[in-house]
């Protein structure tokens, strides 16, 4: 559970853990983990975890929304598996529901063209966590549902954003305001 927790807060597909074969056949507990861990996996994802290529991601951002590479490079980098926002909290917005509606666009314009999946919630919040921009009483219930472009999917903490057509023609616009272009 713990590992599940950390692969969807921080957007990594994981393996399934190896099993060792079953004794006296009967279905092992290892087995029967590997199969729960399958079926709440994302549909469509690898079943290792892959490394993000960060060149890759702004390649094809760049492709499908024309944002060059160097405005992309200004905007986001990849540590250690996480992808950061790399602009000044303040010119993310005038206020922190501002804020964190550009770090959930950024993000989810980021994944879902870059790494072609919807953003887990944890994996936003985490991100407006560390640009200061937080706000735990009105995340999940009134910023991120108030975004045109992009719509929630699922429920409770499996929550994701995802960008639709509206939200990712908008992004370019987006990142010449956050990089103080506009």
């Known amino acids: 559970r713990v590992i599940r927790w950390a692969a969807d807060r921080y957007g990594v597909v994981t ?6 074969p079953a004794t006296n056949g009967k279905r092992s507990a290892a087995k029967k983990a590997a199969s729960s861990a399958k079926s709440d996996a994302d549909p469509g994802s690898a079943d290792v975890i892959q490394p ?3 060149d890759a991601v702004a390649a094809a951002i760049t492709e499908a929304t024309e944002v060059s590479a160097e405005k992309l ?3 986001f980098h990849v540590d250690e598996g996480v992808i950061k926002i790399l602009v000044k909290p303040n010119s993310l917005g005038s206020n922190e529901a501002d804020k964190a509606r550009s770090v959930a666009q950024i993000l989810t314009v980021i994944y879902k063209v870059g790494l072609g999946r919807d953003t887990p919630f944890d994996v936003i919040r985490a991100e407006c966590e560390r640009k200061h921009c937080y ?4 995340f999940a219930y009134k910023h991120l549902p108030n975004i045109p472009g992009f719509a929630i999917k699922r429920e409770g903490k499996s929550r994701r954003l995802e960008a639709r057509h509206g939200g990712i023609t908008a992004f370019p616009a987006l990142v010449d305001k956050v990089l103080g272009e506009s």
């Open 73 to 75: 490079d200004a905007l």
């Open 15 to 20: 393996a399934a853990p190896a099993t060792p």
């Open 52 to 54: 993000i290529d960060e």
């Open 135 to 138: 706000d735990s009483k009105n």
